[in-house]
């Protein structure tokens, strides 16, 4: 059982941190960018996804988004007056192959990239670029069934070949999948990310392809990019049984199997975690001769996405694993429902540490969602956004006096934008958006963000 108590550690400063420590913020290519028909952009499966009633809590879709495709200098220069060294984004794969795959890329989508990525360099802010954050072609979910498919590991590759080929001159930090779980498992098995498919053995199979996909772009990405960082960018959480006793214990082992093994036992060379593969029985995926090999490919680091810690009880019927995620009653949450959880960032890490001992971890993401107060002079109240971020960077600080090798942190995100199934619903912004006139205002949490990195 957990209380999920916070580190005492108030105020913390910029200064706790080592002077070359990553200061980001991050942001996707289908939650901002908008322009899904410029440029020579092809369908993703989210395009796609967005269309169907009721798949959206609003009824929206990322058709305009925050309009960063046309608004990025703008964005840019709030990055720059944040006051933060790098910017995590990431290229959406539609731009650069319409139809997935093809003779040759799109130009018109590489240009744009090489224009933001410029915009980056003149900003002083080092490119962080995520290949797969979520927006599949359509195309190639029609083809072939999209990542259930190895012929997607293939046009992954070929996707990835051509990126770093154009842009690798000058972003030197690549991460090839963000949070593989959520594209297996909320995309083909819980169905309400797309392409909504509702099928367990699916996800699994799903899963092994991204996870096989991101161990043979590694080399692809060093061969083409001299100075190349690689890494992957994991959604992990410290999972804590609802009680003492041995079945729910049990079943809290079987969640962390599924949801933080299932992933760092494979990219740590240990193969799929042996005790959830005997309870998978035969919904365990079909891995070829070689993957194994190919998955544990060496990586420069672990990319952490860090929200909230799960409590778990044994479930029987429920699911192949026969776990339940319960709610603690009392506990401080997000708007969203999220467990709030500073001290659940420092047991991830150092759990992690202990575990797999990657060379360096960044939190590639960390942030908050609430209910912001709009004052009557335009500013924007929150809070509880900015005590979270300031309860989450003492966690990071804490992480790193236990020994953790933490390098760099990135706050989600930028900019209020697109959220997924939620629509535009859940702001995470550090800059609010109006989506009515795509105005952006700092928030106070921004503000504070700006002020701790002034020093
Ligand atoms: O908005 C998402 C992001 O795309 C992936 N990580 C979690 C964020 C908040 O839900």
């Not at 335009?378 to 809070?383: A, L, V, W």
């Given at each position: 059982m957990t209380t999920f108590a916070s580190p005492e550690l108030p105020g913390i400063r910029r200064s706790d941190f080592p002077p070359d420590f990553r200061w980001g913020c991050s942001t996707s290519s289908y939650q901002i960018e908008g322009a899904i028909h410029e440029g020579g952009r092809g369908e993703s499966i989210w395009d796609r996804f967005c269309r169907t009633p009721r798949h959206i809590r609003d009824g929206s879709s990322g058709a305009v988004a925050c309009d960063h495709y046309h608004r990025w200098p703008q964005d840019l220069d709030l990055a720059r007056d944040l006051g933060v060294n790098a910017y995590r984004f990431s290229i959406a794969w539609p731009r650069v192959f319409p139809q997935g795959r093809g003779e040759r890329p799109n130009e018109a989508g590489l240009a744009f990239y090489d224009r933001l990525v410029d915009g980056m360099l003149e900003r002083g802010l080092e490119p962080w670029a995520t290949?797969?954050?979520?927006?599949?072609?359509?195309?190639?979910?029609?083809?072939?069934?999209?990542?259930?498919?190895?012929?997607?590991?293939?046009?992954?590759?070929?996707?990835?070949?051509?990126?770093?080929?154009?842009?690798?001159?000058?972003?030197?930090?690549?991460?090839?999948?963000?949070?593989?779980?959520?594209?297996?498992?909320?995309?083909?098995?819980?169905?309400?990310?797309?392409?909504?498919?509702?099928?367990?053995?699916?996800?699994?199979?799903?899963?092994?392809?991204?996870?096989?996909?991101?161990?043979?772009?590694?080399?692809?990405?060093?061969?083409?990019?001299?100075?190349?960082?690689?890494?992957?960018?994991?959604?992990?959480?410290?999972?804590?049984?609802?009680?003492?006793?041995?079945?729910?214990?049990?079943?809290?082992?079987?969640?962390?199997?599924?949801?933080?093994?299932?992933?760092?036992?494979?990219?740590?060379?240990?193969?799929?975690?042996?005790?959830?593969?005997?309870?998978?029985?035969?919904?365990?995926?079909?891995?070829?001769?070689?993957?194994?090999?190919?998955?544990?490919?060496?990586?420069?680091?672990?990319?952490?996405?860090?929200?909230?810690?799960?409590?778990?009880?044994?479930?029987?019927?429920?699911?192949?694993?026969?776990?339940?995620?319960?709610?603690?009653?009392?506990?401080?949450?997000?708007?969203?429902?999220?467990?709030?959880?500073?001290?659940?960032?420092?047991?991830?890490?150092?759990?992690?540490?202990?575990?797999?001992?990657?060379?360096?971890?960044?939190?590639?993401?960390?942030?908050?969602?609430?209910?912001?107060?709009?004052?009557?002079?335009?500013?924007?109240?929150?809070?509880q956004r900015r005590s979270y971020l300031e309860r989450h960077l003492a966690a990071a600080r804490q992480a790193r006096d236990a020994g953790v090798p933490l390098e760099g942190y990135f706050a989600w995100s930028l900019l209020d934008n697109f959220e997924w199934a939620e629509g535009y619903v859940r702001r995470f912004g550090l800059t609010h958006v109006d989506y009515t006139t795509q105005r952006r205002t700092l928030k106070a949490s921004g503000r504070w963000y700006a002020g701790f990195l002034a020093g």
């Open positions: 290949l797969y954050h979520w927006d599949l072609p359509q195309a190639l979910q029609e083809a072939h069934g999209g990542w259930a498919s190895r012929d997607t590991v293939a046009a992954f590759l070929e996707y990835t070949d051509a990126v770093t080929r154009r842009l690798g001159d000058r972003i030197k930090h690549w991460i090839t999948h963000n949070e593989p779980w959520c594209t297996a498992f909320l995309g083909h098995h819980e169905g309400n990310h797309a392409p909504g498919i509702m099928n367990y053995r699916t996800a699994l199979q799903v899963c092994h392809h991204l996870l096989l996909s991101h161990g043979l772009a590694v080399p692809q990405i060093r061969a083409n990019v001299a100075g190349a960082q690689v890494g992957i960018t994991l959604s992990l959480h410290p999972i804590f049984p609802a009680s003492d006793s041995l079945a729910d214990q049990a079943a809290a082992m079987r969640h962390d199997g599924s949801r933080n093994r299932w992933f760092l036992d494979p990219l740590y060379g240990r193969h799929y975690p042996a005790d959830v593969v005997a309870r998978l029985g035969d919904l365990a995926p079909i891995v070829q001769r070689g993957d194994f090999e190919a998955m544990a490919a060496p990586t420069d680091f672990l990319g952490v996405n860090y929200y909230f810690p799960e409590v778990v009880a044994d479930a029987p019927g429920h699911g192949p694993l026969a776990t339940q995620v319960v709610e603690q009653p009392g506990v401080e949450r997000t708007a969203f429902g999220w467990p709030v959880s500073p001290q659940g960032m420092v047991d991830l890490l150092t759990r992690i540490q202990r575990d797999w001992a990657p060379a360096r971890v960044y939190l590639t993401e960390n942030g908050s969602t609430y209910d912001d107060v709009v004052l009557p002079d335009g500013r924007i109240e929150d809070t």
